[in-house]
């Protein structure tokens, strides 16, 4: 009965091969570190933004412009370049930072490109459907001092199962008016991905 | 009752392992369809429910593929990159499958895996996504496809040396399975598209970066780029113009078909039949001998059936544009992806050799040697109609064993065969670009007017146009 044996583990096999698996949720802290495929993910924003928001509130920027100009910088989110092999939505990290950097109560903040966008609208429509002592006059958004952009970069290595993946996020700070750059922040991840095994 | 129960024990288990090819005939409407370039027809023809059978559960990737191409082909960019990203995912993932399941590709005809995706389908998917990215006016998101593309390919034979180390420390494994090589290491094409996005947005330095690598691609991997690379321009175009980048994709990538080894062995005889499909997917005789061998037993069936990639030669030799109703140029071929398709291919060969073999010896010893006792105790018993039982049984396991080794010949159906491309300056506006694509002897084969569009200097100005004859 040797070969009813083999026949046995190959019909076994095949079954094995169809065996269908359940799927359970549960919840856990926003701030949980959950590394799943190795991807960017919402651990490595968090540790971008964190990392960003403690290096640029430390640096002497925002007192050397408050104190020459006797007011709070006014910044603009600019464009962060994904050049990365992976899809990275940047606003993850960038929304993080206009929030932390807000509420810290020394910087202001306006609206980027694209938000200006609905916002002028908006004002475009209150000059011929608002109220006169309600609508809000043309022409009087505040001038940003800086502008905020910046670059996602990542290198790839593998050998024998191992792979290495590599970021690195830069973000500056231009001057508007001078083009000088006050501030240059760096955020580096390195992560090491064991190829998973499947479990049927 | 040993005889049969064992017989009919066979026989259910080789028929388990056999199941029939989707191939062809399920597609018959969509082929239709694209050939008339109705590639929203097809796309939906092969996902409309009622032609679920099309592909089977194993063979998701293919359907994601073979959609994302057509609604690439229709110009509908989302559509498109959804299938692209789905069809990404699920070859890494059944990679993954196939690295710890080294012990049943062994045992289990390859046709009933996952389909794991062809190399140059992981590598060129990436490509059409960019390109939808660049329809869709996501710059970046395009760059990010050109550097997995890039990716993939530092780490392919890596892939394939993992999955070759896999397989032999399967405890099924007899011998070693050597990882196949390939010349392939660097994509003209890629580098030309990631030149084309870095061109237009000034970085000339990383441009001129982009273009030493195409360079190279042809100087270092002359068995792939037996032809001249084109000539290209890293500068911007001058104030009021734009460079317009048009990469034209011609015919279809390679096919797979099966090439049959049938070994049956007689008394002292050894009797061989090889065999290669035509190209309507008919078994044709391609040589037979029989060897006189004293001492070898009756009886021994062994089918081997092995996917071999062909070439199917594009009726496309010159591919000309004009902009507003006036010729600008000609593309240059710039990447044979079937020729890259046929040398990735030889990656797993060797591996897809053993498992076979294996798989053919293993069933045919078990069939032969059923096939001998069921002969051997009828004739003991003296029963003629067990006899016969024992004969018509024969000839049934035979039969299961040559329809349970089946070669596996999956792979995308509407994938291009070459990619040629051209760089013309325009003046900045909005224009109407035709591509016209012709035969060796100057006939007109198929002339694309591509929607009317405006070109402006901040944006990266590249399209492309299809003709897959």
């Known amino acids: 009965m040797r070969s009813a044996g083999v026949l046995l583990f190959v019909g076994v096999l095949l079954l094995l091969g169809s065996c269908t698996t359940t799927r359970s949720v549960s919840r856990v802290s926003a701030d949980t570190a959950v590394d799943l495929s190795g991807r960017w993910n919402d651990t490595d924003a968090q540790q971008t933004a964190q990392a960003m928001i403690d290096d640029v509130l430390k640096r002497g920027w925002i007192a050397d412009f408050t104190a020459e100009n006797q007011r709070k910088p006014v910044l603009i989110i600019g464009e962060v370049r994904n050049r990365s092999s992976e899809h990275i939505e940047t606003l993850v990290f960038t929304k993080s930072l206009e929030r932390e950097l807000i509420n810290a109560g020394k910087v202001k903040f306006v609206a980027s490109k694209t938000e200006r966008v609905a916002v002028q609208d908006e004002l475009m429509a209150q000059q011929s459907q608002t109220s006169l002592d309600t609508v809000k006059r043309l022409g009087q958004e505040t001038g940003a001092d800086f502008y905020l952009s910046g670059v996602i970069t990542s290198v790839i290595d593998a050998i024998e199962g191992q792979k290495v993946v590599y970021y690195k996020v830069n973000l500056e700070l231009t001057n508007i008016e001078t083009s000088e750059k006050v501030w240059i922040g760096e955020k580096q991840i390195k992560k090491i991905v064991d190829q998973a095994k499947f479990k049927f | ?469």
């Open chain 2, 1 to 469: 009752m040993r005889i049969p129960n064992l017989l009919v024990v066979t026989l259910v288990a080789l028929f388990l392992v056999s199941c029939a090819t989707t191939r062809n005939n399920a597609f018959v409407q969509a082929d239709s369809a694209v050939a008339a370039r109705q590639y929203q027809a097809a796309a939906k023809s092969l996902e409309a429910k009622g032609n679920q059978s099309n592909y089977s559960d194993r063979d998701q990737v293919l359907k994601q593929l073979d959609t994302a191409m057509l609604y690439h082909l229709d110009d509908q960019a989302a559509a498109s990159t959804s299938r692209f990203d789905a069809a990404e995912r699920l070859i890494e993932d059944n990679y993954t499958k196939s690295l710890t399941n080294a012990a049943a590709s062994f045992v289990v005809n390859d046709y009933l895996l996952d389909y794991p995706g062809e190399a140059y389908e992981d590598l060129y998917l990436n490509v059409f996504k960019a390109l939808d990215y660049l329809g869709l006016g996501q710059g970046d998101d395009a760059f990010v496809e050109i550097n997995r593309l890039n990716d993939k390919l530092n780490l392919l034979e890596d892939k394939y040396a993992r999955l070759a180390a896999s397989m032999n420390s399967a405890p099924e494994a007899r011998g070693s399975v050597q990882p196949g090589k390939t010349e392939f290491h660097n994509s003209a094409l890629a580098r030309y598209l990631s030149l084309a996005l870095y061109r237009a947005e000034g970085s000339t330095d990383n441009a001129a970066i982009d273009l030493d690598k195409l360079r190279q691609a042809f100087a270092t991997q002359r068995n792939l780029y037996a032809f001249a690379p084109p000539r290209l321009d890293v500068t911007p175009a001058p104030d009021g113009s734009v460079r317009l980048s048009v990469v034209g994709f011609t015919g279809r990538s390679p096919a797979k078909r099966a090439s049959t080894l049938r070994i049956r062995t007689g008394e002292n005889t050894i009797s061989v039949t090889s065999e290669v499909e035509d190209s309507r997917g008919r078994l044709q005789q391609t040589g037979s001998f029989t060897l006189r061998v004293s001492g070898v037993r009756s009886g021994y069936n062994f089918k081997a059936q092995l996917p071999e990639m062909y070439l199917r030669p594009s009726m496309v030799a010159r591919i000309g544009v004009s902009v507003d109703g006036k010729a600008v140029g000609s593309l240059q071929l710039l990447e044979r992806m079937d020729a890259i398709a046929l040398d990735t291919f030889n990656l797993g060969k060797q591996s897809t050799l053993i498992k076979t073999v294996l798989r053919t010896v293993s069933k045919g010893i078990l069939a032969g040697a059923a096939n001998n006792k069921a002969r051997e105790l009828a004739a003991n018993s003296g029963n003629s109609a067990l006899n016969l039982l024992a004969q018509v049984g024969t000839l049934a396991a035979d039969a299961a064993v040559d329809a349970s080794e089946q070669a596996d010949l999956r792979s995308a159906r509407y994938f291009p065969g070459q990619a040629w491309v051209g760089d013309f300056v325009i003046p900045e506006g909005p224009h109407s670009v035709t591509v016209d694509y012709h035969s060796a002897d100057g006939r007109l084969l198929y002339l694309e007017a591509l929607p009317r569009r405006n070109y402006s200097a901040s944006e990266p100005n590249i399209v492309d146009s299809f003709d897959l004859e």
